[in-house]
C-alpha cells in the first residue's frame, strides 16, 4: 500500500510539472549594428579598359594573365585549365585590338598548333573568351551569355588547327 502512494504522489508530481507554464527565455541584448567596410578597390585592378593602354605588348611583360584586370575571371572562368593557358601561352603574340575586342594568342614552346591558346577580352562586357588547344584538340571557355566576335587572326589560327 505504501508503494502504491509513493507511486501515486511521483505521478501526480510528474503530471503537475508537466503543466507548468515553460519559463521564458532571458531576454538577450541585441547586438551592436556590425558595419561592414567596403572592399578596397584599385581602379586599375576593376577597370578592364584600362587593358587598352597594354595593346602592343607582351602578356608576360604586363602580367596580363597572373596579375591584371582580367586574373580573377579568367582563374574563375578556367578553374585548374587556368596552368593549362599559361603554359600554351609561352610563345606568345602582343596585345592586339580588332574593334572593341583585345586578343592575343601563343603556343607552348615547340609545340604550336598542338598546345596553343587564344584569349578575347571584351572590355565593355567584361567578357572573356579562351581557345585552348591540348593534343591537338580545341576547348572553348566563354563568360556565360557573352558572344565575342573573333578578330581574323584568331579565326585563321582555328582554321589552320582545323586543317
Not at 142 to 150: Q, R
Amino acid at each position: 500500500m505504501r508503494l502504491s502512494l509513493i507511486s501515486v504522489a511521483v505521478a501526480a508530481l510528474t503530471l503537475a510539472a508537466c503543466n507548468q507554464p515553460e519559463a521564458a527565455p532571458p531576454a538577450e541584448t541585441p547586438a551592436a549594428p556590425v558595419e561592414i567596410a567596403p572592399a578596397p578597390t584599385d581602379a586599375a585592378v576593376s577597370d578592364w579598359s584600362a587593358l587598352n593602354a597594354q595593346v602592343g605588348k607582351y602578356p608576360n611583360e604586363t602580367k596580363l594573365l597572373e596579375d591584371s584586370a582580367i586574373t580573377a575571371d579568367l582563374k574563375t572562368l578556367l578553374g585548374a585549365k587556368f596552368d593549362v593557358l599559361a603554359t600554351n601561352m609561352q610563345t606568345q603574340a602582343p596585345l592586339q585590338k580588332d574593334g572593341a575586342v583585345l586578343f592575343t594568342s601563343g603556343n607552348k614552346q615547340h609545340e604550336g598548333g598542338v598546345n596553343a591558346a587564344y584569349l578575347l577580352i571584351d572590355p565593355a562586357a567584361k567578357a572573356l573568351e579562351v581557345g585552348l588547344w591540348e593534343g591537338g584538340k580545341l576547348t572553348t571557355y566563354k563568360t556565360p551569355g557573352s558572344n565575342i566576335a573573333k578578330p581574323k587572326d584568331v579565326q585563321t589560327m582555328i582554321s589552320n588547327a582545323e586543317s
